[in-house]
């Protein structure tokens, strides 16, 4: 089995800082890709931040320039730096890694984090 722990979510005022970690454990091969979603009340999951195993990384424009992935491929870690937070950044926030588990692929979800940012 595959587990992914996210921690480091929580209570900050606009215009702070948060950093979220996650890290993933059991049977892993290889990790093909990690990210962060979103998902805030009465809406959709949507992409907050994607890393590739090469370090390649995608963000939507909601928060290129304020969030920042990075990725740890030794320790099957990743975390997203959030900096310049707004209201409307306020989600429930899940890992999310595609793995090569040596029997099959396949995508898997941490049990996500609050963020809320308000004053």
């Known amino acids: 089995q595959v587990q992914l722990v996210e921690s480091g979510g929580g209570l900050v005022q606009p215009g702070g800082s948060l950093r979220l970690s996650c890290a993933a454990s059991g049977r892993i091969r290889s990790i093909n890709a990690m990210g962060w979603y979103r998902q805030a009340p009465g809406k959709e999951r949507e992409l907050v931040a994607t890393i590739s195993r090469g370090g390649s990384t995608n963000y939507p424009d909601s928060v290129k320039g304020r969030f920042t992935i990075s990725g740890d491929n030794a320790n099957n870690t990743v975390a997203l730096q959030m900096n310049s937070l707004k209201p409307e950044d306020t989600a429930v926030y899940y890992c999310?890694?595609?793995?090569?588990?040596?029997?099959?692929?396949?995508?898997?979800w941490g049990q996500g984090t609050q963020v809320t940012v308000s004053s």
């Open positions: 999310h890694a595609n793995i090569w588990t040596g029997w099959s692929s396949g995508n898997y």
